[in-house]
């Protein structure tokens, strides 16, 4: 029998297809979703992994067996499924395995409004009636539904997709821009025509042929290595600017005209910016920005100046939509390149941040190293990762040797965040792997440095 806890994580259903999960699992998970939920009707998208077809169809098919009308989107970016469960009302299915390589696969679900669905809100309960439903040998049964069968169908909201984020940022001072976009072959190259096919923009493409095999590198810019493709094209040809999506397009990374990655807290201070003044504008005294708290010190820095008032909060998406639900904050940013914004049902948009970035850029006449540059005010190790065997005990022994510096303090809202006058850390174990992950920030390179060498040192032994 399978062990669904291998793949239901903390935020989604994610394993290797057909080892881990298939078809017949994925039926399960439509009629479990719809059973949790009490969906009359629900919306079910997939991006371009040669699994995803038949898996989305199965879960719409077992959805449809519960009573749930479905609406198929078919070829989505995950924000275009948020985008459709927002503007439909409807609960959501995506089926991604985001930046995973080809064999996996997995399945993002939302509440209607794109409000989150997690172990706590719902997935727990999901995959105990799947685990019910399957027998020691692996045999999926669903008991049959006593009410009537729901129908299938199809449509498309690509452009309608592009018009919501397109009223939601003024391009109307827009300088022409080329602009270099890395879509990995993934989703990026469905949406990014259609989203920018009446913008001022001379569009240089990579990899925009969709293929979940992912032939050119993986689909994951957050490794620097992805981006070595992306920094030699903006330079080649001159670019203004360069956008690398992720594999299912939720996240957007910056690349700046001398082939520079640009760091996301500082596109997280950048947007923050820009939603304040707007909320400002329409009458908001003082509104909230979210960031996670491996966020650089300059995020909350920014948004105090700009008349804000920023909110720390755990890292991951579920913590970040409940404390933007709390608070009402107009936007969220996390270090990892993930967006939110209110008007975007508090959801995730590496989309809406590019275009952010652009209204921003190509609103003046500076290049962008040098609008971004008020925003990266610190030196900061990146996240680096160790693999350890004991976790917990490798963080105990991290904290022991900082909690009685003098002028230091520690808190333990995620992993451990230890801050000196100059300097902060967090270390943070895996969910999922034997991984401690370190972030490291301090005013000057030499410090961080001396830091991220001492702290990696008691982490490794």
């Not at 981006?227 to 939720?250: H, M, N, P, S, Y």
């Not at 947007?271 to 909350?300: D, F, K």
């Not at 590019?354 to 609008?371: I, K, M, T």
């Amino acid at each position: 029998m399978r062990d669904l806890k291998q793949i239901v994580k903390a935020y989604d259903v994610r394993g290797v297809v057909p080892d881990q999960w298939d078809e017949h699992l994925a039926r399960a998970f439509g009629a479990a979703f719809t059973e949790v939920t009490e969906a009359t009707a629900i919306v079910v998208g997939h991006d371009m992994r040669p699994s995803s077809p038949g898996l989305a169809r199965a879960f719409a098919e077992g959805a449809a067996a519960r009573g749930a009308d479905v609406v198929q989107i078919g070829l989505c970016s995950t924000d275009q499924l948020y985008f459709a469960s927002g503007k439909l009302d409807l609960p959501g299915a995506m089926f991604t395995a985001s930046h995973n390589p080809a064999q996996y696969n997995g399945i993002k679900l939302c509440r209607a409004g794109a409000a989150p669905v997690g172990q706590d809100t719902g997935l727990d309960r999901v995959r105990e009636l799947v685990e019910g439903w399957t027998a020691a040998d692996g045999t999926v049964t669903v008991p049959a539904h006593p009410g009537e069968h729901g129908t299938l169908s199809s449509q498309d909201l690509l452009q309608a997709y592009a018009d919501h984020l397109l009223g939601l940022v003024d391009l109307g001072s827009l300088r022409r821009l080329k602009v270099a976009v890395d879509a990995g072959n993934g989703m990026g190259g469905h949406t990014v025509p259609t989203v920018f096919a009446d913008l001022p923009v001379d569009l240089v493409p990579m990899y925009f042929e969709l293929d979940g095999t992912f032939p050119n590198h993986e689909a994951n810019p957050l490794d620097p290595k992805n981006l070595v493709d992306l920094q030699a094209r903006v330079k080649e040809t001159g670019a203004d600017i360069g956008l690398a999506f992720d594999g299912d397009a939720d996240r957007c990374f910056v690349v700046d005209e001398r082939g520079e990655p640009v760091s996301p807290s500082a596109i997280t201070a950048l947007v923050a910016v820009r939603e304040l003044a707007r909320a400002r504008a329409a009458g908001e005294e003082q509104p909230t920005v979210i960031h996670n708290l491996i966020t650089s010190w300059t995020v909350p820095e920014v948004v105090r100046e700009h008349g804000g008032v920023p909110v720390r909060t755990r890292v991951g998406h579920s913590f970040i939509k409940q404390e933007m639900a709390r608070t009402g904050a107009v936007f969220g940013g996390e270090h990892s390149a993930h967006y939110y914004f209110r008007d975007f049902w508090r959801a995730d948009t590496g989309m809406l941040a590019a275009l952010h970035v652009l209204a921003a850029l190509g609103g003046q006449d500076r290049p962008l190293s040098e609008l971004v540059a008020a925003y990266d005010r610190y030196a900061a190790s990146g996240e680096i990762n160790s693999t350890v065997e004991d976790q917990a005990a490798r963080t105990a022994a991290v904290r022991a040797a900082y909690a009685d510096v003098p002028g230091t303090t520690v808190d333990e809202l995620d992993g451990l965040t230890v801050a000196g006058p100059d300097w902060w850390f967090n270390l943070r174990p895996s969910n999922t792997e034997p991984l401690l992950r370190l972030n490291v920030e301090a005013r000057s390179a030499a410090t961080m440095e001396k830091l991220r060498d001492e702290v990696l040192a008691l982490v490794r032994g």
